[in-house]
């Protein structure tokens, strides 16, 4: 009888892998996933590519030195010139889109010419590096070079983060991603314990069931089935992000990552079996699916607020929160992957959570175990507590 | 051999089953009756230790049942129910499974038993595509699927029709015939009358009576009804005669004895010609309304 409740948890797998909805719920999770990350990196990260038409030489000398200019920053930048012969040419080559812009000299300086706007990026670019040309050739004509008439005038920006400068962007988003995937995991999977506990009871093949095993190992193969199947597909979202995210510009920022992304898979577990046995218990009380609505309110509650509150605290609130159960789960390694936890937090924060589940688990099984046979008709919270087997 | 002793169960003030005791021999079935809160069902559940007793205990073979003697019990609960989005055979596998035995030899056996029941061509169906009757066809196979050492069996006979009812019966007595104690409760007395070996008859949580059909009967008042071609009037005034119901030359009594009655016969006899005198066999149900009177 032991290994009655692998039996009841391959159960609790098996009906939720052939539930059709289940599968398209998750399916459309990882498009949707794969979709924003890769048009992410095609409209925001789409590094500059113009071919430029130019009168001549002069013209392709000022396209060069831009691309030389625009490497310094993003190697992938490619700027290209073609020489058109006369002004009327290049205008008209920039109208019909046979070149992306037209470069035209002026009477005091250059011109970048096109029907419509013309991208501010590139203008930044082509108007510094004409700025220096003609400052160069003035200091020459004043007697002196470009780098005394430039002394003492460069801004330059310091990162005080350690590592790499776009790991405090992706760990927010990591972060954010991940408390959104504990919220949504834990919902949906916490519901569809509640639903088969509640399936089995309205059914009423709840006293074959307990007449042929114990209460706890029913409810045991129930919180194995759904944290297996939740671990599951936490971890396929999570793979299918990683390997998007190596396509694009943040692959270099994801090894800095790894640790943090490593904590959030020990912490999910924790905090969903944390609530796992108490969602158990909700669906015992309810005696009809209708019911259900009603005694997990508490439960839908609570995760709502975990998720607003640990999102908006900050400073000292916030480092408290990340010990204290269930916001822990998403506060603790998101605070690990800003690197602003210590190797030790992390750790403590666990053990936290792991005493608390032990807690909840203990009273989630009385409960479950001491409503489950009531069938007539839903049963409070503060009611089950008083009952008696 | 199933032996109930002493069972005592209360919700709050409510005493469902006060002191039930009787006994399921091996390879014997016993029917258990009673009105509608008579508490055969608490009884049933506290016997598959579904409902924890308040007092007393069950044994089996002589020991306190455990859980993993129970776990080889087949149980049909009162409130019927599978998984009804799921095919039938699938679940019949699951439930065989929880009972210990191999998903194979599982399917192996729902197969054949739902061949049995005719149900061999609907083995992927959903149980709530099925009508109500082959639902409960699938409810009894599953409490005998994992070969049970002993039936408890919660009305088992309600809602099926008369070719299911014989099926059910064959495959009760085929268990009994192993040596196997069943014990099932219904209110279709004629069918307990029937089919069991004896009767446990429970009112307001109580054991009222209990015994073969025969010794039920035995416990009943001795009644005879005298027939005869003119008015019975005088029947009143006989010694050692009770009457029960008189109506003109037909007369219903109840003789302190054998011997009273005999006498009835003679006096009868000696007034005119006599059309019937004949001992009334009382029919379960008439025992079963004067016990639970």
């Given at each position: 009888?032991?290994?009655?409740?692998?039996?009841?948890?391959?159960?609790?797998?098996?009906?939720?892998?052939?539930?059709?909805?289940?599968?398209?719920?998750t399916?459309?999770?990882?498009?949707?996933?794969?979709?924003?990350?890769?048009?992410?990196?095609?409209?925001?990260?789409?590094?500059?590519?113009?071919?430029?038409?130019?009168?001549?030489?002069?013209?392709?000398?000022?396209?060069?030195?831009?691309?030389?200019l625009?490497?310094?920053?993003?190697?992938?930048?490619?700027?290209?010139?073609?020489?058109?012969?006369d002004?009327?040419?290049?205008?008209?080559?920039?109208?019909?889109?046979?070149?992306?812009?037209?470069?035209?000299?002026?009477?005091?300086?250059?011109?970048?010419?096109?029907?419509?706007?013309?991208?501010?990026?590139?203008?930044?670019?082509?108007?510094?590096?004409?700025?220096?040309?003609?400052?160069?050739?003035?200091?020459?004509?004043?007697?002196?070079?470009?780098?005394?008439?430039?002394?003492?005038?460069?801004?330059?920006?310091?990162?005080?983060?350690?590592?790499?400068?776009?790991?405090t962007?992706?760990?927010?988003?990591?972060?954010?991603?991940?408390?959104?995937?504990?919220?949504?995991?834990?919902?949906?999977?916490?519901?569809?314990?509640?639903?088969?506990?509640?399936?089995?009871?309205?059914?009423?093949?709840?006293?074959?069931?307990?007449?042929?095993?114990?209460?706890?190992?029913?409810?045991?193969?129930?919180v194995?089935?759904?944290?297996?199947?939740?671990?599951?597909?936490l971890?396929?979202?999570?793979?299918?992000?990683?390997?998007?995210?190596?396509?694009?510009?943040?692959?270099?920022?994801?090894?800095?990552?790894?640790?943090?992304?490593?904590?959030?898979?020990?912490?999910?577990?924790?905090?969903?079996?944390?609530?796992?046995?108490?969602?158990?218990?909700?669906?015992?009380?309810?005696?009809?699916t209708?019911?259900?609505?009603?005694?997990?309110?508490?439960?839908?509650?609570?995760?709502v607020?975990?998720?607003?509150?640990?999102?908006?605290?900050?400073?000292?609130?916030?480092v408290?929160?990340?010990?204290?159960?269930?916001?822990?789960?998403?506060?603790?390694?998101?605070?690990?992957?800003?690197?602003?936890?210590?190797?030790?937090?992390?750790?403590?924060?666990?053990?936290?959570?792991?005493?608390?589940?032990?807690?909840?688990?203990?009273?989630?099984?009385?409960?479950?175990?001491?409503?489950?046979?009531?069938?007539?008709?839903?049963?409070?919270?503060?009611?089950?507590?008083?009952?008696?087997? | 051999?199933?032996?109930?002793?002493?069972?005592?169960?209360?919700?709050?003030?409510?005493?469902a089953?006060?002191?039930?005791?009787?006994?399921?021999?091996?390879?014997?079935?016993?029917?258990?009756?009673?009105?509608?809160?008579?508490?055969?069902?608490?009884?049933?559940?506290?016997?598959?230790?579904?409902?924890?007793?308040?007092?007393?205990?069950?044994?089996?073979?002589?020991?306190?049942?455990?859980?993993?003697?129970?776990a080889?019990?087949?149980?049909?609960?009162?409130?019927?129910g599978?998984?009804?989005?799921?095919?039938?055979?699938?679940?019949?596998?699951?439930?065989?499974?929880?009972?210990g035995?191999?998903?194979?030899?599982?399917?192996?056996?729902?197969?054949?038993?739902?061949?049995?029941?005719?149900?061999?061509?609907?083995?992927?169906?959903?149980?709530?595509?099925?009508?109500?009757?082959?639902?409960?066809?699938?409810?009894?196979?599953?409490?005998?699927?994992?070969?049970?050492?002993?039936?408890?069996l919660?009305?088992?006979?309600?809602?099926?029709?008369?070719?299911?009812v014989?099926?059910?019966?064959e495959?009760?007595?085929?268990?009994?015939?192993?040596?196997?104690?069943?014990?099932?409760?219904?209110?279709?007395?004629?069918?307990?009358?029937?089919?069991?070996?004896?009767?446990?008859?429970?009112?307001h949580?109580?054991?009222?009576?209990?015994?073969?059909?025969?010794?039920?009967?035995?416990?009943?008042?001795?009644?005879?009804?005298?027939?005869?071609?003119?008015?019975?009037?005088?029947?009143?005034?006989?010694?050692?005669?009770?009457?029960?119901?008189?109506?003109?030359?037909?007369?219903?009594?109840?003789?302190?004895?054998?011997?009273?009655?005999?006498?009835?016969?003679?006096?009868?006899?000696?007034?005119?010609?006599?059309?019937?005198?004949?001992?009334?066999?009382?029919?379960?149900?008439?025992?079963?309304?004067?016990?639970?009177?």
């Amino acid at each position: 009888m032991n290994r009655a409740w692998s039996v009841v948890a391959l159960r609790e797998i098996m009906v939720r892998l052939r539930d059709r909805n289940f599968l398209m719920s998750t399916g459309f999770t990882l498009v949707f996933l794969l979709g924003a990350i890769l048009a992410q990196q095609f409209f925001g990260n789409r590094a500059m590519s113009y071919d430029i038409g130019v009168e001549g030489p002069e013209g392709a000398r000022i396209v060069a030195q831009a691309q030389e200019l625009a490497r310094a920053e993003d190697p992938e930048v490619r700027l290209t010139s073609t020489e058109l012969g006369d002004a009327a040419a290049v205008e008209e080559a920039a109208r019909v889109d046979d070149v992306d812009y037209g470069l035209l000299a002026t009477a005091d300086g250059w011109e970048l010419v096109d029907e419509g706007p013309t991208a501010g990026d590139l203008q930044m670019l082509v108007g510094e590096v004409v700025r220096e040309d003609a400052l160069g050739r003035n200091a020459e004509a004043a007697g002196t070079d470009l780098e005394s008439l430039l002394a003492g005038s460069a801004v330059t920006a310091r990162d005080l983060a350690e590592g790499d400068g776009g790991s405090t962007f992706l760990a927010f988003v990591l972060g954010l991603v991940f408390a959104m995937l504990f919220y949504m995991s834990s919902l949906l999977f916490g519901m569809q314990i509640a639903s088969s506990v509640v399936e089995e009871k309205q059914s009423r093949l709840v006293e074959i069931l307990a007449a042929a095993i114990p209460v706890r190992t029913l409810l045991l193969g129930k919180v194995v089935g759904n944290t297996v199947l939740a671990l599951g597909q936490l971890v396929l979202i999570v793979a299918v992000g990683l390997v998007g995210l190596a396509f694009t510009d943040y692959d270099v920022a994801l090894p800095g990552l790894a640790g943090g992304i490593a904590w959030y898979v020990p912490f999910f577990v924790v905090g969903f079996l944390a609530l796992a046995c108490i969602w158990a218990a909700a669906g015992s009380l309810a005696s009809r699916t209708e019911d259900l609505q009603s005694t997990t309110m508490p439960l839908t509650m609570l995760l709502v607020v975990v998720f607003v509150v640990s999102l908006n605290l900050e400073g000292v609130w916030r480092v408290v929160a990340s010990y204290v159960p269930i916001t822990s789960t998403i506060l603790m390694p998101m605070r690990v992957l800003e690197g602003e936890a210590a190797w030790w937090e992390p750790w403590v924060a666990l053990v936290v959570v792991l005493a608390f589940s032990l807690v909840t688990v203990r009273l989630g099984a009385r409960l479950y175990q001491r409503s489950l046979l009531h069938t007539s008709g839903a049963l409070s919270w503060r009611r089950a507590m008083t009952l008696t087997d | 051999m199933l032996q109930i002793s002493h069972l005592t169960r209360r919700f709050g003030d409510v005493v469902a089953a006060a002191d039930v005791s009787f006994e399921v021999p091996a390879g014997q079935m016993v029917g258990f009756v009673g009105g509608n809160g008579a508490g055969k069902t608490t009884t049933m559940r506290m016997i598959m230790g579904v409902l924890a007793p308040t007092s007393g205990e069950v044994l089996w073979d002589g020991a306190p049942t455990t859980r993993e003697v129970r776990a080889r019990f087949g149980y049909m609960p009162e409130e019927r129910g599978l998984y009804p989005k799921q095919p039938v055979l699938g679940q019949l596998v699951y439930l065989g499974q929880l009972h210990g035995m191999t998903a194979s030899a599982a399917r192996q056996r729902a197969t054949e038993l739902l061949g049995r029941f005719g149900l061999g061509d609907r083995l992927d169906a959903k149980v709530e595509t099925l009508s109500l009757g082959n639902q409960q066809r699938a409810q009894i196979i599953a409490s005998v699927l994992g070969d049970p050492v002993a039936l408890v069996l919660d009305e088992p006979f309600s809602g099926l029709d008369p070719a299911a009812v014989d099926q059910m019966s064959e495959l009760l007595r085929e268990h009994t015939a192993r040596g196997v104690p069943v014990l099932f409760s219904s209110h279709q007395l004629e069918l307990v009358d029937r089919l069991c070996d004896s009767i446990v008859v429970l009112h307001h949580g109580r054991v009222v009576a209990s015994g073969s059909s025969e010794q039920l009967r035995a416990t009943a008042p001795l009644r005879y009804r005298l027939t005869t071609t003119g008015d019975t009037g005088w029947v009143r005034g006989a010694p050692g005669i009770t009457v029960v119901d008189l109506d003109g030359p037909s007369v219903l009594v109840e003789p302190a004895d054998e011997d009273a009655a005999q006498r009835l016969l003679a006096d009868a006899a000696a007034r005119g010609p006599v059309r019937e005198f004949s001992l009334i066999r009382p029919s379960l149900s008439e025992i079963y309304r004067e016990v639970a009177a």
